[in-house]
């Protein structure tokens, strides 16, 4: 069995035990989401699986996301951009990195960051239960050979 075939099964149970039967839809949405390996907003999903089938509607992604969250199949991401984007939720921690000028998500991980993050917590009398981490950058721009920043008399 694929990795994308065992998702979508626990994405189909997690839906049957939340009370929803499975229809040809919600499987294309679970298949859609199972494949992604971003991190797709419900527009980007919706956007995905209408290329497959235009009787596909927007509320039926939204619903289905909303209940995959709420039994922990997927997490969601409120970046700083407003938009909840999901992840799959069998994933090892990471941390993200967003480029503020792209919206790109980068997912890192960090063994020095971790070990910081717990002795933080320890100091100050806590053990961590969990946590998040993101970061906002932007791509640093190569230096130009050969050119000099004007000084203050050339501008």
Request: glycine share 6%.
């Amino acid at each position: 069995m694929s990795e994308t075939d065992r998702r979508v099964a626990v994405f189909e149970s997690q839906l049957k035990g939340a009370g929803l039967r499975m229809t040809q839809q919600r499987r294309l949405i679970l298949r859609v989401l199972a494949e992604a390996d971003d991190h797709p907003d419900a527009k980007g999903i919706f956007t995905r699986a209408f290329a497959q089938d235009p009787t596909l509607s927007l509320s039926t992604v939204y619903r289905t996301m909303k209940v995959l969250e709420s039994q922990g199949a997927i997490e969601r991401h409120a970046f700083e951009d407003g938009i909840s984007r999901y992840e799959h939720a069998d994933q090892q921690h990471h941390d993200h990195l967003i480029d503020v000028d792209s919206g790109d998500v980068i997912e890192f991980s960090s063994d020095a960051i971790e070990e910081l993050q717990r002795r933080i917590a320890a100091e100050l009398g806590y053990e961590l239960v969990r946590h998040r981490l993101e970061l906002y950058g932007r791509k640093k721009q190569p230096a130009r050979k050969g050119r000099k920043e004007p000084g203050p008399r050339e501008r």
